[in-house]
Structure formats: C-alpha cells, structure tokens
C-alpha cells in the first residue's frame, strides 16, 4: 500500500471477495460513493480494455500475494 491505495497484500476486502467482484472492480474502478477506502483522495481508474486473460491473471496474482 502507499498513500493513494491500499495494499493488495493481507487485504481483508481481497481475501473475502469473489474472483467477479474483483474483476468487477479492475474493470470499473471506484469512483465516488463507490469507493471502498474514503481515506485515499484518489479514485481507482477503469481498466474497461484489458483483455479477459489478463484481467484473470492479474486476478491469480493478487490471490497469490494473499
């Protein structure tokens, strides 16, 4: 983590979410009250174009670091 997000790493919120709420998230991104973390001023950004695989291996990554 740094001070624009949290760590992926013993994240409580990655732990518990399913592999769609994620890629719901990487595609998406958090913006406003959609935000999970109101303490980081920065909005995650969408990823709408990453491809299918990818978004699945960044998935395994991030489970993996977990």
Known sequence: ????????????????????????????GRQGPAKKYANFV???PATKEMPENDVTALIEYIRAIN
């Open 1 to 28: 983590g740094t001070s624009m997000a949290p760590a992926f790493k013993g994240n409580a919120w990655v732990k518990g979410a399913s592999n769609n709420e994620i890629a719901d998230v990487i595609r998406n």
């Open 42 to 44: 920065i909005s995650m």
